[in-house]
């Protein structure tokens, strides 16, 4: 069984810096894909980071150059550090995981994912 805890989320101005993290609880961690989610009211989840066990990285295009997906396998912990953060970067954030092999392609796809998290809100004012 695989518990996901969320925790970093804040109010932030805009162009300020906040960093997420991810703790994973059960086992086998270091085999596990590990993704960064967000959602605002009345719209889809939509998939911001992710790192696969091998330690690819995929970003959206909207985050990239200003968000870091890393994982500290040591700590059964996965991070997001978020920099240059603009209001629209507003959203609840879910960490999720999976075990199921996808190709590189589908790391930011939804049905990538089996387990999730309960969420952290991230609130970016101007």
């Known amino acids: 069984q695989v518990t996901l805890v969320e925790s970093g989320g804040d109010a932030v101005q805009s162009g300020g810096s906040l960093r997420l993290s991810c703790e994973f609880i059960?086992?086998?961690?270091?085999?596990?894909?590990m993704g960064w989610f967000r959602q605002t009211p009345g719209k889809e989840r939509e998939g911001v980071a992710a790192?696969?066990?091998?330690?690819?990285?995929k970003y959206a295009d909207s985050v990239k150059g200003r968000f870091t997906v890393s994982r500290d396998i040591a700590k059964n912990m996965s991070y997001l550090q978020m920099d240059n953060l603009i209001p629209e970067d507003t959203a609840v954030y879910y960490c999720?995981?999976?075990?199921?092999?996808?190709?590189?392609?589908?790391?930011?796809?939804?049905?990538?994912?089996?387990?999730w998290g309960q969420g952290t809100q991230v609130t970016v004012s101007s």
């Open positions: 999720a995981a999976s075990l199921v092999p996808r190709d590189n392609s589908y790391l930011l796809s939804l049905d990538s994912y089996t387990h």
């Open positions: 790192v696969e066990f091998d330690g690819v990285t």
């Open positions: 059960g086992r086998y961690y270091s085999s596990y894909r």
